[in-house]
């Protein structure tokens, strides 16, 4: 007989155990149960099975561990025993228990934030068998620097978790956030995901740079051809456009700039090429050859301008890498045991630096066997016709096949590309070492999936070869199987064997549950001279990514491309009743941030860490095979694993790329002249001064006007004039380059005729989740005003699992508009000049011009008042079709806040208004001074002090027009008088939008707010505060709440607070 099981057993799921009986001819019961550990008293879970002739002996039992029999604690279970009762066998079998049940998944709406815009989530929540789990789930927000600022709790009851947004703190941690997830109680299951805080505005159109392959070796270093690409994201190609390339070299120490490689080259119809010649390049920074680069990454940036237009972008591409050798080696479907007397099928993948296949490559093998003794048997000799072939064009692989000598214990192969355009030490080459499988019988059992292997899908049906090989072949009656997928048995089976066949063919159908991949068991046993062997083999098989619950979402419209604010039907059908989580993403958000993993990848690579098993396959014994498949076995087949050690797994089947090469494409944008400056300067202080002296400055000033207002040594004004001198003359070089401070692409279209103001220009929206019942369901939407693409994207959840559907893109765009480029912030008393273009992608010419209204805080240079409101006077210009003309506006700032400006596009007939919101900072460093005193006046404490004075002089370096704010803090005994305040609806309004900035004044705020929240829910006296009890709860609630969050951010990474944000800790 033989007993199978997971080799762990997870709390709440339900794991199956199989049992199978050989050589018996009559029916016969067996009772499987889960007892507690040490004591074997408590049944958990048991089950009750009748092995037949019908079904040849082999049936399976599902037993679950209920958490309400074992719940989590500190001093939590760790084992139980898996017992088998049956007439002609009882056995015991301790087994470890996980906590871990279930998948977490956690869904923002983008991946980027600035820090006035609040993160929308929600959480999608499957049991092990992929159901939804409705189960409570806890959230955290935890800032760069490890500050959890956030915890928030909600019940699940369709599988999809929506919590309420996460407004970012005022005084926000800028960098990469994480939220992390898991179950309230029972289960220790959890997951994480990021998410970027920044300031930054959206790009105005896509730049992609495609170079011609993804490494550059010997043959490519002085000739590689790349390609720029540039399309606005209402999927238009940009016309004509200068286009800049800047060069690098990124190595694990860092990155490395090439000044003297520039490439200045024009876009025409969206295209530019170039040939970029490297060695050349390199040598400008002391490199002379490939070796010296080999496995370095070259770093392309791409700053593209509007040639009849005025706005830019920039994109920057590090996946080219410097290889000696351009292949990289790997086996497919080829675990490392071999089989004596067995053939050994070898599958070699060839793969570019960047995991690309690639076909059409010659391949050679070499290999020799080892006996026990080490005498060396030559199977495959260099330049034999055995051990030379070529890649497959569709995946790059190649197959041979090694015949295993009996008396084998190892085999060494060496794989090697041959390659004729590559020199001998350019072609890849890799060795690897077999080891035998041990049977005291010489029993084996080989499973050939690589002269089969291809890639799977859901219904497919596999047939895999499995040679058998003993001296009691004839003893052999019966093959049997057993399929696991994500730490589970999924599937089970016996086959008769056909005598005097050299091999069997094994089939079976691919099902859902075997999605992502699934691990094949195949054993028999055989009846030796004096006792039986279990003899097994094992292989992975990976199966396509494919949804459990098909969910199709389309967009129902007459027309490919649609207008702003335009009413569209979405229909989402499923195949089962599902619920569906919709979102919506302007696609130039990626080019802010980058385009991640797909989301169903993301998704099954989840799903993978759940297998118990480890490397592709075999093992060193019988009893290794099973624990490297993720099972655990009873027999009485000469073999127990009971003393069995799990080793660590190692070994990754699904590749992944290096931190380096992550690294290199997380890489922010950096403003190459500011590198080449500031790398003079050792000493960080004294670089940020040459930092300072590169920014623009609008305002006509020279470099030694602005350095007279430094007041630091004179390390840090030479250094700052030099920079502001160095960056200067680079732009007297580059009149055409675009200096602006951010990047932005927010369109709205108004109608002049209608007077109508769009001005809704979300960067996600459609946040919104839909009950699809029955399997279908239409949706009208009304379309945002942004000119752009949207992506959008559904999540399918039912009984039958989880679904990514394609993403459906949304073609946003007008035939003549108005597009402003605005940053994201600028500072008070800054000249800068807005840059735009007037685009008509009419056939016909038209006459157009372009004004600007904007409110009394901004000052627009040549522009006359209206009406409350300053408008430009305007000159009409004539704009040929399919082109684009540029707009250009200075203004200068003059009060803090955020300021509303009106763009207005006149043109017969399509007249047009954007609307943009400016924001305007202070300039200078805000700083607070402290002077404390105590007043007695009853002299409590000693003497009478009812008065005290202290000056305050106005510090001379204040910047002009700058309000002061003074503010006094009295603590004393007005507790009643402070409750009088609150316990008003004005009073508390007053409290809760005190003036915040520094962390005393929101803990000074928010712990009044406190103290009334508890008196009024001990004492039910919510009525002080108006009829709408529920409202005023719920807002008193949300005002602690955003207080916490806000004082969490001034905490520092050592848990102490600091005044104000990233100071030093202090008390108050």
């Known amino acids: 007989y033989v007993l199978t099981a997971p080799k762990i057993f997870r709390v709440g799921a339900s794991e199956k155990v199989v049992v199978q009986a050989f050589d018996y001819e009559k029916e016969f019961p067996v009772n499987i149960a889960i007892r507690s550990f040490p004591d074997k008293l408590a049944v958990y879970s048991s089950g009750h099975i009748s092995l037949t002739p019908a079904n040849k002996f082999q049936d399976a039992v599902t037993l679950t561990l209920q958490p309400t029999d074992l719940p989590r604690t500190e001093n939590s279970v760790k084992y139980v025993y898996l017992e088998a009762v049956s007439p002609h066998f009882t056995r015991l079998k301790k087994i470890p228990v996980s906590y871990e049940n279930g998948f977490l998944f956690i869904h923002t709406d983008k991946p980027v934030y600035t820090p ?72 220790v299951t959890s997951a994480v995901a990021k998410f970027e805080v920044k300031e930054y505005a959206m790009p105005s159109f896509s730049i992609i740079i495609e170079p011609e392959s993804n490494f550059i070796s010997s043959d490519k270093f002085e000739n590689f051809r790349i390609v720029v690409k540039a399309s606005y994201f209402y999927n238009k190609r940009l016309a004509s456009a200068d286009v800049f390339l800047r060069f690098g070299i990124i190595e694990e120490t860092g990155k490395r700039m090439m000044p003297r490689a520039m490439h200045v080259t024009r876009i025409e119809n969206g295209v530019a090429k170039i040939n970029f010649n490297s060695k050349e390049a390199v040598s400008f920074i002391g490199f002379q050859s490939l070796e010296e680069l080999d496995g370095s990454y070259l770093y392309i940036v791409a700053s593209v301008l509007e040639s009849m237009g005025g706005l830019s972008g920039e994109a920057e591409f590090a996946g080219v890498r410097f290889a000696v050798s351009p292949y990289k080696l790997s086996l497919i479907a080829t675990p490392l045991f071999v089989k004596p007397g067995l053939p050994f099928f070898i599958k070699v993948q060839v793969k570019d630096t960047v995991d690309h296949f690639v076909g059409n490559v010659p391949i050679t093998v070499t290999a020799k066997s080892f006996s026990e003794q080490m005498d060396e048997t030559e199977l495959i000799s260099e330049g034999s016709e055995s051990g030379r072939r070529k890649t497959s064009m569709d995946d790059g692989t190649a197959l041979f096949v090694v015949n295993i000598p009996s008396d084998s214990k190892t085999l060494e192969f060496q794989v090697k590309t041959a390659d004729p355009h590559l020199s001998d030490e350019n072609q890849a080459s890799k060795t690897y070492e077999a080891k035998a499988y041990s049977s005291l019988s010489q029993s084996y059992l080989y499973i050939d999936w690589a002269s089969n292997h291809r890639i799977l899908e859901v219904g497919d049906f596999i047939n895999i070869n499995v040679y058998p090989r003993s001296r009691y072949i004839h003893k052999i009656h019966h093959y049997s199987y057993l399929i696991m997928s994500k730490g589970k048995i999924v599937s089970f089976g016996t086959q008769k064997r056909v005598r005097d066949l050299e091999y069997e063919h094994l089939t079976f159908q691919i099902t859902q549950e075997m999605v992502p991949s699934a691990r094949l068991i195949v054993y028999y046993i055989v009846m030796g001279e004096e006792t039986a062997e279990l003899v097994a083999d094992s292989v992975w098989l990976n199966v396509e990514q494919k949804c459990g619950n098909s969910l199709d979402i389309k967009l129902q419209s007459s027309t490919e491309i649609l207008n702003p604010a335009e009413v569209v039907s979405l229909n989402m059908k499923t195949q089962f009743n599902s619920f569906v989580a919709l979102s919506s993403i302007d696609k130039a958000v990626y080019g802010v941030t980058g385009r991640g993993k797909r989301a169903m990848e993301k998704i099954m690579l989840h799903l993978e860490k759940s297998d118990l098993g480890c490397g592709a396959g075999g093992g060193r014994n019988n009893i290794d095979v099973f624990r490297m498949a993720g099972l655990t076995f009873l027999t009485n087949a000469n073999a127990d694993d009971s003393n069995e050690a799990d080793e660590t797994c190692n070994e990754v089947l699904r590749t992944k790329r290096s931190n380096f090469k992550e690294q290199i494409l997380k890489e922010g944008e950096r403003n190459y002249f500011i590198i080449i400056s500031a790398s003079k300067f050792a000493h960080p202080e004294i670089r940020k001064c040459c930092m300072a002296g590169v920014k623009a400055y609008p305002v006509t000033e020279t470099c030694n006007d602005r350095a007279q207002r430094i007041r630091s040594n004179e390390k840090c004004i030479s250094a700052f004039i030099y920079c502001c001198e160095f960056a200067n003359r680079l732009r007297e070089e580059e009149p055409n380059k675009l200096l602006i401070l951010a990047r932005m692409h927010f369109e709205a279209v108004l109608e002049l005729d209608e007077a109508e103001v769009r001005s809704y220009f979300p960067e996600s929206w459609l946040w919104e989740v839909h009950q699809v019942s029955p399997r279908s369901k239409t949706l009208s939407v009304t379309l945002p005003d942004s000119l752009t693409t949207w992506e959008v994207q559904g999540v399918g959840i039912s009984d039958k699992g ?48 372009v004004t600007i209204a904007a409110g009394s805080g901004i000052c627009s240079f040549g522009e006359s008042a209206a009406s409350g409101l300053r408008i430009r006077n305007c000159n009409f210009k004539n704009l040929d079709g399919g082109s684009s003309s540029p707009v250009t506006f200075r203004i200068l700032p003059l009060e803090l806040g955020l300021h509303t400006i009106n763009f207005t596009l006149l043109t017969a007939g399509n007249s047009e208004t954007v609307v943009k919101t400016l924001r305007v900072r202070p300039e200078g460093i805000k700083k607070e001074l402290h002077a404390g005193f105590t007043l007695d006046p009853q002299g409590v404490y000693g003497s009478i002090k009812r008065r005290q004075e202290f000056r305050y002089k106005i510090p001379l370096n204040l910047v002009p027009k700058t309000k002061i704010d003074r503010s006094v803090s009295v603590k004393g005994h007005l507790m009643g008088e402070a409750i009088a305040t609150i316990l008003s609806p004005g009073g508390l309004s007053i409290l809760t939008n005190l003036p915040k900035g520094s962390a005393e004044a929101e803990f000074m705020s928010i712990a009044p707010v406190f103290y009334v929240f508890r008196y009024l829910e001990e004492s039910n006296y919510w009525h002080l505060l108006g009829p709408e009890i529920l409202t005023s709860r719920t807002q008193m609630r949300r005002k602690m709440k955003e207080g916490i969050v806000s004082i969490l951010s001034f905490r520092n990474s050592d848990f102490s607070y600091s005044m104000w944000k990233n100071g030093q800790g202090s008390t108050w």
């Open 116 to 187: 006035d815009q609040s993160v929308k989530v929600r959480v999608y929540s499957l049991n092990e068998e992929l159901q939804p789990a409705r189960r409570e789930t806890v959230l955290t927000f935890v800032d760069p620097e490890g500050v959890k600022v956030d915890i928030t709790e909600e019940e699940d009851f369709t599988g999809i978790v929506s919590f309420p947004d996460f407004k970012i703190p005022p005084n926000p941690k800028y960098g990469i956030w994480k939220i992390e997830a898991k179950y309230k109680k029972n289960f």
């Open 802 to 849: 989880i679904c990514v559907a394609t993403p459906v893109e949304v073609h946003v765009v007008k035939d003549i508009f108005l597009s402003v480029y605005v940053p994201y912030s600028v500072v008070r008393g800054e000249q800068i000049e807005l840059k735009g273009s007037v685009y008509n992608h009419r056939a016909s010419a038209i006459k157009f011009c």
